[in-house]
């Protein structure tokens, strides 16, 4: 059974960091690139990032360009994200999603919220 969860979020002044995580199961996670989403309240989920299989190659919405970074530990079957400099229009549940086949498979998320 595919399962996803995330974990790492919390509340963080404005300009503040974390690293989310998301650990994955129930597929062979080596195979199959990584997406980031995040949704706040009332609001479409929104993809932030990807990765490919080995890592090699990432891709981020404009808006976390330069402050964010996908990564992934295949031997963990983690996929993260670091996230810097925060900024309060990034508060949301943040998600891991599998493209793809297991796309409709969601875990609970995590909750960030950066108060000013």
């Known amino acids: 059974q595919v399962q996803l969860v995330e974990s790492g979020g919390g509340v963080v002044q404005p300009g503040g960091s974390l690293r989310l995580s998301c650990a994955a199961s129930g597929f062979t996670f080596r195979n199959y690139a990584m997406h980031w989403y995040r949704q706040a309240p009332g609001k479409e989920r929104e993809l932030v990032a990807t990765?490919?299989?080995?890592?090699?190659?990432?891709t981020y919405v404009a808006s976390v360009q330069g402050r964010f970074t996908i990564s992934r530990d295949n031997d963990k079957n983690t996929l993260y994200l670091q996230m810097n400099t925060l900024k309060t229009e990034d508060t949301a549940v943040y998600y891991c999603?599998?493209?793809?086949?297991?796309?409709?498979?969601w875990g609970q998320g995590t909750q960030v919220t950066v108060s000013s």
């Open positions: 990765i490919t299989r080995g890592g090699a190659i990432t």
């Open positions: 999603n599998v493209p793809g086949a297991y796309s409709a498979y």
